[in-house]
DNA sequence: AACAAAAGCGGGGTGAAGTCCGCTTATGCT
DNA sequence: AGCATAAGCGGACTTCACCCCGCTTTTGTT
């Protein structure tokens, strides 16, 4: 499951302005999002605005996506609890089919409640499950072979169901193609396309 | 299978000036990726090598990523010639199953062949299927449709699977992590991936 | 051949990400 | 408290994609 040690921006032996500047800048990007939406958040007018340099910055986060990450950090975080030790069916105790049903279930909608920020987080300089967000992968794959599919597919499976779970919202679709279910509960198209795809993998 | 009728760059009735630079640029940029690999490839380098000026390589390709997407385009057009006339399993005449496991095992190799380029293609402010790449995703649909899958699921399915079969070239490993399989004839990890999936789904 | 209109060209300008390095400040030790 | 040191800071600088717009060249027309 790997879970990154230092999130980012988080070094164990903080200094205290260091660790001020951080919730200051976290605080000024949330508002930023809030009032002009992710693609006006630049790294000058985020500096600008939380009453710091350019280069505190990137000695906090990294680069622009690394704000977007640790922004969803705690969120991530949560969630990864609810996976490693909650209540079946997505924590453990069902068995592996009903929880990688329940992991997309969950998880389409995680996304797509962060969808803004997720998209954000992505590095496109780097291969995507990139931070906390790559809890995703390894579990599909142990969910897999936990399933009893062959050994020799899982490495390519794991893989390419992460794709099909998250490429849609995080890559695929653009923003505006990511409408809210128009019903609260009715279940989204990408949700129903998971479970189908998941019980047929699994009923062989 | 909405294939784009202006590719890239290429007006119907482009004056002679124009056709001579476009293939200038598309040389140096072939030279250049040669050389150094797309990383190298900026628009001021590009322009300079084929002693040109920058404005005329946006005019021509519209972004960094037309580029690419202009040096994909003739094998793209074959690849997706065979695909709509070509012989079976592969065109048309196969049944659905079938057609859907010949498109994954031609087209990973096909995304192998050019990952640089073809990754250097997507557009990081555009959905990715972008460019003549968007054919799979409607391919795909097609032949879900036709293999009897219910037609509430075809549209995320066909996302989904788009996503499982393209994501990880494009998107989701990076470059390094992109070997070529050992015995040029061992298939790759993500073709037997790819035919179990839909050996799978289709199966029931 | 001369002309008008359209198409194309070029390169300086802009905004944003990311780097660098000398200065400042917190911290832990004595 | 005073000091040495490492951690942190800031903002000028670089690089790059992409825009803009006045100038030049091609092309179709007469």
Same mark, same amino acid.
């Given at each position: 499951?790997?879970?990154?040690?230092?999130?980012?921006?988080?070094?164990?032996?903080?200094?205290?302005?260091?660790?001020?500047?951080?919730?200051?800048?976290?605080? %000024?990007?949330?508002?930023?999002?809030?009032?002009?939406?992710?693609?006006?958040?630049?790294?000058?007018?985020?500096?600008?605005?939380?009453?710091? $340099?350019?280069? #505190?910055?990137?000695?906090?986060?990294?680069?622009?996506?690394?704000?977007?990450?640790?922004?969803?950090?705690?969120?991530? +975080?949560?969630?990864?609890?609810?996976? @490693?030790?909650?209540?079946?069916?997505?924590?453990?105790?069902?068995?592996? %089919?009903? +929880? @990688?049903?329940?992991?997309?279930?969950?998880?389409?909608?995680?996304?797509?409640?962060?969808?803004?920020?997720?998209?954000?987080?992505?590095?496109? #300089?780097?291969?995507?499950?990139?931070? %906390?967000?790559?809890?995703?992968?390894?579990?599909?794959?142990?969910?897999?072979?936990?399933?009893?599919?062959?050994?020799?597919?899982?490495? $390519?499976?794991?893989?390419?169901? #992460?794709?099909?779970?998250?490429?849609? @919202?995080?890559?695929?679709?653009?923003?505006?193609?990511?409408?809210?279910?128009?019903?609260?509960?009715?279940?989204?198209? @990408?949700?129903?396309?998971?479970?189908?795809?998941?019980?047929?993998?699994?009923?062989?």
């Amino acid at each position: 499951m790997t879970v990154p040690l230092e999130p980012f921006g988080k070094p164990r032996g903080e200094r205290a302005d260091a660790a001020r500047n951080r919730e200051r800048l976290l605080e %000024a990007a949330r508002a930023m999002i809030a009032e002009q939406g992710t693609r006006h958040v630049t790294m000058d007018a985020l500096a600008e605005r939380a009453g710091l $340099g350019k280069g #505190t910055v990137f000695r906090r986060f990294g680069s622009r996506a690394g704000i977007f990450q640790a922004l969803l950090d705690d969120d991530e +975080r949560r969630f990864q609890e609810r996976v @490693l030790s909650g209540p079946p069916p997505l924590g453990p105790g069902a068995d592996p %089919a009903q +929880r @990688l049903d329940a992991y997309g279930c969950a998880r389409i909608p995680f996304l797509l409640e962060h969808h803004a920020i997720a998209r954000a987080a992505v590095d496109r #300089t780097l291969p995507v499950p990139a931070g %906390a967000a790559s809890m995703t992968q390894p579990h599909i794959r142990m969910l897999l072979g936990q399933a009893g599919l062959p050994p020799a597919h899982l490495d $390519g499976l794991a893989v390419q169901l #992460t794709a099909a779970l998250e490429g849609p @919202l995080l890559l695929y679709l653009s923003v505006e193609e990511v409408p809210e279910p128009p019903a609260p509960e009715a279940p989204h198209l @990408l949700v129903e396309g998971w479970r189908f795809l998941i019980g047929r993998l699994l009923a062989g």
